[in-house]
Structure formats: C-alpha cells, structure tokens
C-alpha cells in the first residue's frame, strides 16, 4: 500500500504490505530505493524479504514501529514493511505520442483513459483489463482522480506497476495533446446517438474515455470527442459498473487481435 498524501502525478510513491513490496521487488519496471520493516517480522517473512533485497542489493533498514509508522502513516495495515519505489513507466503524453515512430506509428496504439472515475477498486479493476488487453497506456488526470494507491495497487493485483501511465493535470488537456497527435477520442456512453460497441472499428489511434460511476462522461469532454460508443445492455439494467464496462471495451479494441 502506499502513504497517504503522495504527490499526484509522481512516479515516486511509498507503498507498504507484505504482497506490495514483494512484488515492487520482483517487477523490473519498479526502481526500489529504500526497504524498512519492524523488528518483529515473520520470520518466514524476514527471509523472503532479504532475498529479494539483496537480488536488488538492496540493505533493508530495521526500524521501530514508531518510525515505520511516520512512513506508512496506516499502521493497521502496512504489515510492519514498506518500501519507496519509483514508477519507471509514468510517462509524459507529449513524449509518449513522440515515441510513435517507425514500426511503432505503423501499429495500431490504444489508450484508455479516465474521466472523474474515483473509486479506487474500480481503478486498479480498469489497469489490470488495461494491461491483459493489451492497451498501451492509460492517461490519468491528476485532478479529479486518485493517484496511484495501496488500494489500486491492490485492485490490480499489482499491474499498475507494469502499465504506462501518462499523468495530466486536467483530462481535456491530455486529451486534446493527444488528439493533435492524430489520436481518435471516443468516449463510453448510454445515450441511444452511440455506436453499439459491436458494430464499432477501433481506428488506428484510438484512446477510449470511461465516465465517473455517477455522471458518465463530463461536458468537457463530449466536447472533444470525435466518436462515441455504448454497450448495448438489456432494459431491466439500468447501466454497467465502470470497471466491468471498460474492461469490455478494452477487449473489444484489443491490439492483440489486430
């Protein structure tokens, strides 16, 4: 898990738990720079622990449960370790659109996208159908959106630490650099005017918006958008959960099956 208040947006973050930090240490995208624990780990623990340290050559640092704590700032859950690790695959969208080039720019890119989504479950659901999708980056607005969390982390059975994430402040202004680099937006709706997503083709750039679970989509982003589709639905269900509705898309729009 991860501290309380890390800078949103930041690829450096501080997670905790005995699951977190393990698989921070055997994930090749993640720059641990700093293990710490209690004194009274398992011993099981203690073992497992120290082999994956020194795999990094890394030293973990015993501390006392006072200091972990200042760390963690969630006592109760941090399972007596942490670790502050850097996110290699936090990326800037400009850069990222950049990179698309040769072979990469002749390949269909996808990218999902989240719009006021705030559930922290929810998130981490959406990063781990993005990643087995195959999708190539998620951009994530820093404003209106949790930043990476211990329950992120958790919801996506630690995938977020393989994903490109593509921060922006606000999400129109993400999604309009991306769309001057020839990205399609084509934002998840109920209203009846979308395409039902089985009749729809992914375009060569396409980046996929997913609404917040209460309102949808925001009007500053239907104004962007170039495309819309929805997710034909039986009328006795009022609507999707937003996890469950990207990870539809995300499959459909799969680059795998190009």
Same mark, same amino acid.
């Given at each position: 898990?991860? %501290?309380? %208040?890390?800078?949103?947006?930041?690829?450096?973050?501080?997670?905790?738990?005995?699951?977190?930090?393990?698989?921070?240490?055997?994930?090749?995208?993640?720059?641990?720079?700093?293990?710490?624990?209690?004194?009274?780990?398992?011993?099981?623990?203690?073992?497992?622990?120290?082999?994956?340290?020194?795999?990094?050559?890394?030293?973990?640092?015993?501390?006392?449960? &006072?200091?972990?704590?200042?760390?963690?700032? &969630?006592?109760? %859950? +941090?399972?007596?370790?942490?670790?502050?690790?850097?996110?290699?695959?936090?990326?800037?969208? &400009?850069?990222?659109?950049?990179?698309?080039?040769?072979?990469?720019?002749?390949?269909?890119?996808?990218?999902?996208?989240? +719009?006021?989504?705030?559930?922290?479950?929810? @998130?981490?659901?959406?990063?781990?159908?993005?990643?087995?999708?195959?999708?190539?980056?998620?951009?994530?607005?820093?404003?209106?959106?949790?930043?990476?969390?211990?329950?992120?982390?958790?919801?996506?059975?630690?995938?977020?630490?393989?994903?490109? @994430?593509?921060?922006?402040?606000?999400?129109?202004?993400?999604?309009?650099?991306?769309?001057?680099?020839?990205?399609?937006?084509?934002?998840?709706?109920?209203?009846?005017?979308?395409?039902?997503? %089985?009749?729809?083709?992914?375009?060569?750039?396409?980046?996929?918006?997913?609404?917040?679970?209460?309102?949808?989509?925001?009007?500053?982003?239907?104004?962007?958008?170039? +495309?819309?589709?929805?997710?034909?639905?039986?009328?006795?269900?009022?609507?999707?959960?937003?996890?469950?509705?990207?990870?539809?898309?995300?499959?459909?729009?799969?680059?795998?099956?190009?």
């Amino acid at each position: 898990m991860t %501290n309380t %208040n890390p800078a949103k947006g930041t690829p450096a973050i501080t997670v905790y738990g005995r699951r977190a930090v393990l698989e921070a240490l055997a994930t090749d995208t993640v720059e641990v720079q700093r293990i710490a624990h209690e004194p009274n780990l398992l011993p099981s623990f203690r073992k497992e622990l120290r082999a994956a340290a020194r795999a990094r050559n890394i030293i973990p640092e015993e501390l006392s449960r &006072d200091e972990l704590s200042n760390i963690t700032a &969630d006592p109760r %859950n +941090d399972q007596g370790v942490a670790a502050r690790i850097i996110l290699k695959l936090v990326q800037d969208p &400009d850069a990222f659109a950049q990179s698309l080039t040769g072979r990469r720019a002749a390949s269909p890119t996808r990218i999902l996208a989240l +719009d006021a989504v705030t559930n922290p479950q929810n @998130i981490g659901m959406i990063v781990r159908s993005v990643l087995a999708s195959g999708f190539h980056a998620m951009l994530w607005p820093t404003a209106g959106s949790p930043w990476v969390s211990g329950l992120i982390i958790k919801a996506s059975a630690a995938t977020v630490y393989k994903t490109t @994430i593509l921060p922006c402040r606000y999400l129109t202004d993400g999604l309009i650099d991306l769309q001057r680099r020839g990205f399609a937006l084509i934002g998840l709706d109920a209203a009846p005017h979308a395409t039902p997503l %089985n009749q729809h083709t992914p375009p060569h750039r396409a980046l996929y918006i997913v609404g917040s679970e209460t309102h949808g989509l925001s009007a500053s982003t239907r104004e962007l958008l170039d +495309d819309s589709v929805r997710i034909p639905i039986a009328p006795e269900v009022e609507s999707l959960n937003a996890a469950v509705a990207a990870s539809l898309v995300c499959f459909h729009a799969s680059p795998l099956s190009d």
